[in-house]
């Protein structure tokens, strides 16, 4: 347990946030954290999408479930957060 | 008695390079203070300052021209233009002394520097000019806005920003500090007077003296439009250098120069001017748009004052050409939301006439940052303004010290730079601020953003409220939107309208 600062790259806004998180968090809670500065404020929300977390230019999301103590973020690294549309 | 012409003597009186014999030559010009590049003195007296002005020629124009700006002041004092004007344009003005006055005393020293550090005679005598110029709009532009202080609590800031923690003025010392402040005579006349003088002063002093005539500002378009007559003579100081170094083989490390400081003066005027130009000055007083201005001065005029020199175009020019269409749109969105951090009240500028205007000037401007300001403008109608105020602060880039952004909505595009140096992460906002930062990382290394500040717990307590006291931003200074929201009103009856059917 520990508090960790990351950087917020939220898909449709303009301005990269600081944002501080616990090391025990997954990445779903992450997104939801990132999601307080950005949804809302200046971003629109998009009902039943899910916010995924991946490292900037990452081609994969990472686990939703994956803590940050796990995945070998760096404190204040930049993660992007994109809406991922419900599969159909 | 018969006076000679100045032609006569000017080169003889001002020719003063001495053999020293009782010091080094590196004891009498230091190479760090005078950046003499491993050049002889020699080599310098072949420096050619275009504008050859004599002291007492000096100080007879210099003395028409307060007279003229003074004496407009004194005539107006009793207009009530203050009062009167409209809030966005009374924001133009606190930005702009804040931003600015003390930032001009500050240079003369620079201009002190050239002065007695550089091997150049011309150079000397020029930045004696240059440096008493300094001075006098640093005076004028702390006077003017001096008897608007009792009315007004925020004018104080034209003195106080520059001493404080605020956000805007930590990302323009740390440019100042750059340029002009630690860097020899040859690198200030390089950076300061080619790069941002000649570069960039236009912008703000002759297109804002533009946008001031227009709202009615006489006392302000002429202040600054006097302080541009000295700005266009002592810019070239620069250019004679750059030749000179030309000439002897130093091409890459003067364009290296001009490529740093022409960045960070574009970052600064993209927060400082953009906003300004684009959202602040009433629609109907704005004579061109900020890309327009920077297309003219910028593009046009200093791409030629570079090519004429032999230089090359900074590498980055094709980023440059992109950013100047999208940049400031997001230092105004973010100046905006974080408004508290403010010294000035900014004026939202986003009524649908001022969107149909920045949709012409700026097709695809509702697709992007119009996305943005949807919501925000939903919230101001809801009456839901908590959500129009930020919880957390931006990220911000360690070159530019302005908050790291990109293009939103349908056009998202927003990108961090990071580079990791001595195990410590540092955050860009752009490849060229990232760039700067790798031409030399120990200059630039150990300085503290204010996020890095904030993470060190230098800033207590660790919220909004911390901040702004980290800022010194006192109750009744802090900005909020300069025309207390009444501009949603014709949202909220366009809502009302729909709503009816």
Redesign the interface.
């Known amino acids: 347990m520990a508090l960790f600062p990351l950087t917020s790259n939220f898909e449709g806004d303009f301005v990269l946030q600081l944002v501080a998180v616990d090391s025990e968090n997954t990445m779903d809670e992450v997104a939801a954290a990132a999601a307080v500065h950005s949804v809302g404020r200046r971003v629109r929300a998009r009902p039943g999408h899910i916010m995924r977390v991946r490292r900037q230019g990452g081609a994969e999301f990472l686990p939703r479930t994956l803590k940050v103590s796990e995945s070998g973020l760096k404190p204040t690294e930049t993660i992007e957060i994109i809406w991922e549309a419900p599969k159909a | 008695m018969a006076v000679l012409n100045r032609m006569d003597w000017y080169d003889l009186a001002r020719t003063t390079n001495w053999t020293p014999t009782y010091v080094t030559e590196d004891e009498l010009f230091p190479p760090l203070l005078s950046g003499a590049f491993g050049l002889p003195q020699n080599a310098w007296e072949k420096y050619d300052e275009p504008y050859k002005q004599t002291y007492p020629e000096y100080v007879k124009v210099q003395r028409d021209k307060d007279a003229g700006a003074y004496s407009v002041k004194a005539a107006l004092e009793r207009s009530r233009i203050f009062e009167n004007s409209d809030p966005g344009w009374k924001s133009v003005m606190k930005a702009h002394y804040g931003a600015i006055a003390r930032g001009e005393y500050a240079a003369a020293s620079a201009e002190a520097r050239m002065m007695r550090f550089s091997k150049a005679p011309g150079m000397r005598n020029m930045a004696t000019l240059g440096c008493l110029d300094e001075i006098r709009h640093g005076q004028m532009q702390l006077y003017f806005p001096h008897e608007h202080v009792s009315k007004d609590r925020q004018m104080d800031w034209a003195f106080k920003a520059y001493d404080t923690n605020e956000w805007a003025m930590i990302a323009a010392r740390h440019f100042f500090d750059d340029i002009m402040m630690t860097r020899d005579a040859i690198s200030v006349s390089i950076m300061l007077t080619f790069s941002f003088e000649t570069g960039f002063t236009n912008m703000q002093f002759l297109g804002l003296a533009a946008d001031a005539a227009e709202a009615g500002d006489h006392t302000f378009a002429n202040l600054i439009s006097s302080i541009q007559t000295d700005e266009s003579r002592h810019a070239q100081i620069g250019g004679p250098a750059l030749k000179v170094l030309i000439e002897n083989g130093q091409k890459a490390e003067a364009q290296k120069r001009v490529d740093i400081a022409v960045w960070g003066a574009w970052k600064l005027f993209s927060v400082l001017t953009g906003p300004i130009m684009d959202y602040y000055t009433p629609l109907e007083h704005r004579k061109q748009s900020f890309k327009e201005f920077m297309e003219e001065w910028i593009v046009a005029q200093f791409e030629r004052a570079l090519t004429d020199m032999g230089l090359e175009l900074p590498w980055y020019w094709d980023i440059f050409l992109n950013d100047i269409s999208q940049t400031h749109h ?1 230092m105004h ?2 100046s905006y ?1 974080w408004r508290p951090t403010l010294w000035w009240n900014p004026a939202a500028g986003v009524t649908p006439a001022e969107r149909d205007w920045l949709e012409q000037k700026y097709p695809g401007w509702n697709d992007t ?1 119009g ?2 300001w ?3 403008i939903d ?1 101001v109608v809801d009456g839901n303004m908590a ?2 105020y ?6 911000v880039c360690n070159m530019c010290q302005l ?7 349908k056009g ?1 595009n ?3 730079y ?1 580079l990791e140096y001595n195990g410590r ?1 540092y ?1 860009f906002g752009s490849e060229v601020d990232r760039w700067v930062f790798e031409q030399e990382p120990e200059r630039y290394a150990g300085h503290l953003s204010i ?1 890095d500040r ?2 060190a717990g230098m800033i207590q307590p660790m919220n909004l409220e911390g901040a702004l006291k980290y800022m010194n931003l006192a109750p009744g200074e802090m900005g909020d939107d300069a025309h207390n929201y009444a501009w949603a009103e014709v949202y909220k009856a366009m809502r009302a309208a729909k709503a009816a059917g």
């Open positions: 997001g969105l973010g939301f940052w996305q943005c949807d919501v925000f919230n959500m129009t930020p919880e957390t602060l931006p990220y908050p790291i952004l990109g293009v939103p909505g998202w927003v990108k961090d990071p992460l955050h996020v904030f993470l």
